[in-house]
T-cell receptor, first 114, second 114 residues
């Protein structure tokens, strides 16, 4: 069984500030981890994924995430927030590289203040 | 551009009627499609997995007779919400992939049952 916990349903940062969205997972098998972004009334867009290669994964739009097995975490970061980053972010886990059968976290809504 | 097209983006229907949502892969053959449901302010929940030419596999707690899934071709899967009720109002998202491509999500369908 797998599960994902995202700490903080809402995160607010100022434009230009560091973005940190937390994700902890539970998995009985080596996990494959994903971060998705959802803009209002749209589907999901893949930001990045961890598939057992490098533990620090760089994604689109300046986001990156680090897989830490000892902490069972896969936190998403961005050095400097833009207004356009305001959206909902979902962390997801699965047991396959293809991203099938994803189990999603509860989501974190990121708000960016001018 | 979008590789998975979901239609309609919004639909309002009366209680007791049926609604069909289409999910099309535009430039690849989707051997597998997934249907997710997102309740307001909640995460996405996998409803079912469909493979072309075979019956869909439903997640626990999802009524297969209420949520009919047809994956009759390699580019089209449909989700039909039968005898819709207000509690079926939700945001439905499909995703699709072939054996080589990453998972692509549609833009979702917001269903409102009055």
């Amino acid at each position: 069984a797998q599960s994902v916990t995202q700490l903080g349903s809402h995160v607010s940062v100022s434009e230009g500030a560091l973005v940190l969205l937390r994700c902890n997972y539970s998995s009985s098998v080596p996990p494959y981890l994903f971060w998705y972004v959802q803009y209002p009334n749209q589907g999901l867009q893949l930001l990045l994924k961890y598939t057992s290669a490098a533990t620090l994964v760089k994604g689109i739009n300046g986001f990156e995430a680090e897989f830490k097995k000892s902490e069972t975490s896969f936190h998403l970061t961005k050095p400097s927030a833009h207004m356009s980053d305001a959206a909902e972010y979902f962390c997801a886990v699965t047991n396959n590289n293809a991203g099938n059968m994803l189990t999603f976290g509860g989501g974190t809504r990121l708000m960016v203040k001018p | 551009g979008a590789v998975v097209s979901q239609h309609p983006s919004r639909v309002i229907c009366k209680s007791g009627t049926s609604v069909k949502i289409e999910c099309r892969s535009l430039d690849f053959q989707a051997t597998t499609m997934f249907w997710y449901r997102q309740f307001p302010k909640q995460s996405l929940m996998l409803m079912a997995t469909s493979n072309e030419g075979s019956k869909a596999t439903y997640e626990q707690g999802v009524e297969k007779d209420k949520f009919l899934i047809n994956h009759a071709s390699l580019t089209l899967s449909t989700l039909t919400v039968t005898s819709a009720h207000p509690e079926d109002s939700s945001f439905y998202i499909c995703s699709a992939r072939d054996n080589h491509s990453p998972l692509h999500f549609g833009n979702g369908t917001r269903l409102t049952v009055t």
